[in-house]
């Protein structure tokens, strides 16, 4: 009897296990895709400073990824060590939860000469 009793809830909480699983496992799911289906949006801005991984422009600081494509003024695909710094940019980029916007594209626009100022 007291064996009977002991597999009887053993089976209860290897159910309530498998369960909560199967429930974690959905959420995650339904989260994935709904990151997934975010359009990316654009915007015109101009690109004050430059790190390992980064770029920061105006009040946002933009995470690069590999696959994250620079685009000088003709068009050719150029290194984030290439990137002339302040320059005037279109940035495509996705919107993350719980971190800073992810570039996807960076299309240079022009170039910004700083002017010296007198002492």
Not at 2 to 8: A, D, G, L, T
Not at 41 to 48: A, F, G, P, V
Not at 59 to 81: A, H, P, Q
Request: one cysteine or more; proline letters at 6%; hydrophobic letters at 40%.
């Amino acid at each position: 009897m007291y064996f009977y009793i002991k597999s009887q809830t053993i089976k209860c909480l290897v159910f309530v296990f498998i369960i909560q699983m199967i429930l974690i496992g959905a959420e995650n799911i339904w989260a994935q895709s709904d990151y997934n289906t975010v359009s990316p949006e654009q915007i015109l801005t101009t690109i004050e400073s430059k790190g390992r991984g980064f770029v920061e422009a105006g009040e946002f600081r933009f995470r690069l990824k590999e696959s994250t494509e620079l685009t000088d003024f003709r068009g050719n695909i150029v290194s984030l060590y290439e990137l002339p710094i302040p320059v005037e940019a279109i940035i495509v980029y996705q919107v993350m939860p719980h971190s800073d916007p992810c570039a996807l594209k960076i299309i240079l626009q022009r170039e910004i000469t700083r002017v010296p100022q007198p002492e």
